[in-house]
Nanobody, 125 residues
Framework: QVQVSESGGGSVRSGGALRLSCVVS????????TGWFRQAAGKGREGVGT???????TYAESVKGRFTISQDNAENTLYLQINSLKPEDTAMYYC???????????????????WGSGTQVTVSS
């Protein structure tokens, strides 16, 4: 059974940094696309980045240069390093997994079968 669980959110000041973790079980990273999404209050779920089975990553323009996705295969964990945080980064952040090689931040949320429950990031100015 595939399970996905995020952690690492918190409240930080503008300009700060956070590292979110996504622990996965029940599947092999080499077979799946894993994505990070965020959803601000009153808005839709937005894809911010993906890491595919080869380790290649894609990022939304709004986060490129500030967000970095990495992976620890031994720990079955995907990370989202967020630097230079801005108030507009405030959102619930989700990790999601989809079987297969198609993997891009523009893929809709409906593409992903497995989701965590999210971790809240709040950035104050």
């Amino acid at each position: 059974q595939v399970q996905v669980s995020e952690s690492g959110g918190g409240s930080v000041r503008s300009g700060g940094a956070l590292r979110l973790s996504c622990v996965v079980s029940g599947y092999d990273f080499r077979d799946y696309c894993t994505g990070w999404f965020r959803q601000a209050a009153g808005k839709g779920r937005e894809g911010v980045g993906t890491r595919d089975s080869t380790g290649s990553t894609t990022y939304a323009e709004s986060v490129k240069g500030r967000f970095t996705i990495s992976q620890d295969n031994a720990e079955n964990t995907l990370y989202l390093q967020i630097n230079s945080l801005k108030p507009e980064d405030t959102a619930m952040y989700y990790c999601a997994a989809a079987y297969g090689s198609d993997c891009h931040f523009k893929l809709p949320a409906s593409w992903y079968r497995y989701w965590g429950s999210g971790t809240q990031v709040t950035v104050s100015s």
